[in-house]
């Protein structure tokens, strides 16, 4: 069974850091692509960042050169946010898609429960 479980969030100054992680646990050899979405109360849920396991990556225009996504191991995604605005606050999911163990693929794309991050003063 998949899981992902993401942390790191919390209450942060705007212009201050966070960094968030989300682990992968179950029978999982590989991940083809992990990302970071985000939702605020009243929107709708939307991509801030992603990346392939060969290491490619893909931003939301709003974090640009403030927002760093990295791959710790196969299963592992970290999102380093520097420089946070109010208009960052949100619920940050962590997404894995193309899982696969060392004999097939799993079917399916998974999520993380979610975890809130607020900037404000």
């Known amino acids: 069974q998949v899981q992902l479980v993401e942390s790191g969030g919390g209450l942060v100054q705007p212009g201050g850091s966070l960094r968030l992680s989300c682990a992968a646990s179950?029978?999982?050899?590989?991940?083809?692509?992990m990302g970071w979405y985000r939702q605020a109360p009243g929107k709708q849920r939307e991509l801030v960042a992603s990346?392939?396991?060969?290491?490619?990556t893909n931003y939301a225009d709003s974090v640009k050169g403030r927002f760093t996504i990295s791959r710790g191991n196969a299963k592992t995604v970290y999102l380093q946010m520097n420089s946070l605005k109010p208009e960052d606050m949100a619920v940050y999911y962590c997404?894995?898609?193309?899982?696969?163990?060392?004999?097939?693929?799993?079917?399916?794309?998974?999520w993380g429960q979610g975890t809130q991050v607020t900037v404000s003063s």
């Open positions: 997404k894995a898609q193309g899982l696969r163990t060392m004999s097939w693929s799993i079917p399916g794309d998974y």
């Open positions: 179950g029978t999982i050899f590989s991940i083809y692509v």
């Open positions: 990346i392939t396991s060969g290491g490619s």
